[in-house]
């Protein structure tokens, strides 16, 4: 290994390409074609199957195609331990084999001449499905201006469909850095090029073969639910199935297992009609977490755009999860239940300077990266180390690709994009007219599918909540923060609450969108669950080996008298009233509203907010508590309130609230107070724990499939924070005549007793913190 300083001037200066072996062997690898990018198993000019090859690295100045031999076959000597030998400098001739390889194998180095627009590109004749493969790259060494080219690197073509292999099977070795990981100045590191052979530690593209649509596709039928009907259910695959007593012990934590019917049967009888999956991208597991004994547990580190997670398969290798991922969404959709994919496209798993070289970082850093204005540095707005350039054409059609990819091979029915502002982002500030954003809306494919924004990043200006174009959707972290300030008693007024009951028509009307646009949600995977969420004022995530640092402070959480679990029979009552009031409040409101799965029957990560490296019982969804006499009743009171959602149309309505008269001389919603008057401006900017809402069933705009006018019941709702009784004064003629109770939190399973209506104009006695849901009736009892 030379000095530093030699590194360092010879990175200036460039590198010379490594010995790409015998002219006269290139017929090995014929012409093909730049596109599609990727590995696509297909015929030849001849009517020789083969793959072709396609990677567009623009700045390299040669590409080498790696092929790997089954593990079996391999000997294990390459390039391990740093000594010089097969493959440690690059220098081999073009074919031959070199040991090496994550899971084994020998490898093959085939080079690619052939270059078009960037685009390096060969057909190899007799390569099929199966095959294991991998690129080198070869460039300039130059981190000054950002050149990171190593051909000792290993790199995993950002087009797979498949990935073999685990980044975290012997950790991030040193071996994976382009740099030297451990050189002695670590202000230095990542401009001394490190030449050991990575090969043995990085995980193998697969060549997988796209199955014609009847395949697997044949009898699907995606649900194409509403906005409006929509009701989402995030989960992760792993934690849901890994202790749900139905699913076989060999499908639990896989695609399989939420495939199983008795996951699909359990979320059609929760009544959702989507699961948003946490990220299902092949994604790799940070160091640091690793030297912890931890891993990646959330997968927001995703390293393979088109390949799914391998370690959620019940049979990795060869490309078969491809397969078992399909038959999962058919699975779901058969039961009538989207899929919405959580995806990161804002950064990777190469963190920044001081991180691996894995992919992007190694095929053309300047070429996919925001680098800092000196180069040798990233820009980050994500938190992550780095930032993909999302205003370069070639860095938008690896996305879009992706995206079509997800949608027309994988059968999935949407996404939600993690830190959606990045992938807004010009030079340097978000701006809803990026090219991103607009490639997006002419999309023939993406357009039609549900599209959710996570609207902020970490940089400055990344706060963008409600500022998205039509056709997307947000998550309404506004709605979050209003719904557990109300139920703490924190809420300065009243006049954030009643705008974020109603869809937000504060933060979405504006640019033409409608209440859909407002996903509405109390908790989310990161933070603390809803049991958590009424149990803890404070983080506990000693777990994650950072000192208790990570993890928001800014919970909005209360304990109900005691700092985690109690044994007091009131504390513990009160909170399970808190939960029910939160969904109660969350599925009364217009938007879409978005479960977390677990909540529904007081899943608790025991106060940790920031579960991301806890893939064991804390971040696990514990199904036993379905059976716990004191929480079981909290999922039928959830499953109740989705019913009462899908039966009334005036809780999914399509356009804003308008306040203004109907037919029948009501105004479709008005805001009345607890001596039932209707509410004034000065009520709105006033202190109160206690606000109902008349909602017309006769004032909902828009019409059915068959141009028919949509008529509901109408109904009233009271939200009582308070923690003593409040006599409330039902609103008489012409409201209504009378009024039938629907939903009374203060019961277990939300079930009001049996009685006579109740009087219109007359009190009715609302007990302290409670959610009262109220059927408006005429004169005549109807």
Not at 309 to 335: Q, S
Not at 387 to 411: A, C, F, H, K, N
Not at 630 to 655: E, G, I, N, Y
Request: hydrophobic fraction near 35%; proline fraction near 8%.
């Amino acid at each position: 290994m030379s000095s530093a300083a030699d590194q360092q001037t010879a990175g200036r200066g460039g590198a010379v390409p490594l010995a790409m072996g015998e002219p006269e062997r290139a017929a090995a690898v014929w012409p093909g074609s730049p596109s599609p990018l990727g590995a696509a198993f297909r015929t030849g000019p001849g009517g020789e199957q083969g793959t072709n090859f396609a990677l567009w690295a623009a700045g390299a100045e040669a590409v080498e195609l790696c092929l790997f031999d089954d593990a079996d076959d391999a000997d294990h000597t390459g390039g391990a331990d740093g000594a010089e030998g097969p493959g440690s400098n690059g220098s081999v001739p073009d074919g031959s084999p070199v040991p090496g390889g994550s899971g084994g194998g020998r490898e093959r180095r085939l080079p690619l001449t052939d270059r078009t627009d960037g685009i390096w590109h060969g057909f190899v004749p007799g390569v099929r499905p199966g095959q294991r493969y991998g690129y080198r790259v070869h460039g300039p060494w130059d981190p000054w201006t950002g050149a990171r080219w190593n051909p000792a690197k290993l790199l995993l073509d950002p087009y797979a469909r498949a990935v073999d292999g685990d980044w975290a099977a012997a950790g991030l070795a040193p071996e994976l850095y382009g740099h030297v990981r451990d050189w002695p100045d670590q202000r230095a590191a990542d401009t001394v090029r490190d030449e050991r052979d990575s090969a043995p530690y990085v995980p193998k593209g697969v060549v997988v073969h796209d199955e014609a649509p009847g395949d697997v596709w044949l009898d699907d039928r995606r649900p194409k639910t509403p906005w409006r009907d929509s009701v989402i259910y995030e989960l992760h695959v792993r934690g849901f199935t890994m202790r749900h007593p139905g699913i076989p012990p060999r499908l639990r934590g896989t695609y399989a297992g939420l495939g199983h019917p008795a996951a699909t049967e359990y979320l059609r009888g929760l009544g959702v009609t989507a699961v948003e999956l946490l990220p299902v991208h092949a994604f790799a597991h940070e160091d640091h977490l690793l030297r912890r004994g931890l891993r990646n547990y959330w997968g927001y580190n995703s390293i393979g755009y088109f390949a799914p997670h391998p370690g959620y398969a019940r049979a990795p290798g060869a490309g078969r999860e491809v397969r078992e991922f399909k038959e999962m969404v058919r699975a779901l959709h058969a039961a009538g239940i989207e899929v919405i994919l959580d995806v990161v496209y804002n950064h990777t798993a190469e963190s920044g300077e001081l991180g691996p070289t894995l992919s992007l970082k190694g095929i053309d850093n300047p070429g996919y990266y925001r680098l800092a204005p000196d180069a040798r540095h990233y820009t980050d707005y994500t938190g992550c180390g780095n930032t993909l350039d999302v205003t370069r054409p070639q860095v938008i059609r690896l996305i879009t690709d992706s995206l079509r990819y997800w949608v027309t091979e994988m059968g999935v029915d949407g996404f939600r994009f993690d830190l959606a502002a990045t992938l807004a982002r010009s030079h340097p500030d978000v701006d809803m007219l990026s090219p991103f954003l607009a490639v997006i809306a002419q999309d023939p494919v993406l357009r039609r599918v549900k599209l959710i924004a996570e609207p902020w990043d970490v940089g400055a200006g990344g706060y963008q909540t409600g500022a998205f174009p039509p056709l997307w959707a947000e998550w309404n972290d506004r709605f979050r923060d209003a719904v557990r300030d109300f139920w703490r008693g924190a809420l300065p007024d009243m006049r954030d609450l009643g705008y974020r009951l109603t869809g937000s028509s504060d933060l979405f009307e504006a640019n033409g969108r409608g209440p859909y646009a407002s996903v509405n949600f109390v908790t989310a995977h990161d933070g603390f669950t809803l049991r958590d969420l009424v149990s803890y004022e404070r983080k506990h995530n000693e777990g994650n080996g950072e000192g208790n640092r990570d993890g928001s402070d800014d919970n909005r959480s209360w304990n109900c008298g005691a700092e985690g679990g109690s044994d007091d029979p009131e504390v513990t009552a009160l909170r399970r009233r808190q939960s029910r009031n939160m969904l109660a409040t969350l599925l009364l409101a217009t938007g879409v509203p978005m479960l977390v799965a677990g909540d529904e029957f007081g899943r608790t990560q025991g106060g940790n907010n920031n579960a991301y490296c806890q893939d064991n019982e804390v971040g696990w969804v514990d199904w036993d508590l379905l059976a716990d006499p004191l929480w079981r009743p909290l999922h039928t009171f959830t499953a109740r309130l989705v019913a009462l959602r899908r039966r009334h149309p005036v809780l999914r309505r399509r356009a804003f609230f308008t306040g203004e008269r109907t037919a029948d001389g009501l105004r479709d919603l008005a805001w009345f107070t607890a001596a039932g008057a209707e509410m004034t401006p000065d009520d709105w900017y006033a202190p109160a724990h206690c606000v109902g809402a008349y909602l017309s069933g006769r004032g909902i705009t828009g019409r059915d499939a068959r141009g028919r006018r949509i008529e509901d019941d109408s109904l009233f709702a009271v939200w009582h924070a308070g923690a003593d009784p409040v006599a409330f004064l039902l609103p008489g003629a012409p409201w209504a005549g009378g009024y039938e109770p629907l939903v009374d939190t203060g019961y277990e399973d939300g079930v009001p007793p049996s009685g006579p209506p109740l009087p219109a104009g007359a009190p009715v006695q609302v007990a302290g913190r409670t959610v009262l849901v109220l059927r408006a009736l005429d004169a005549r009892g109807e």
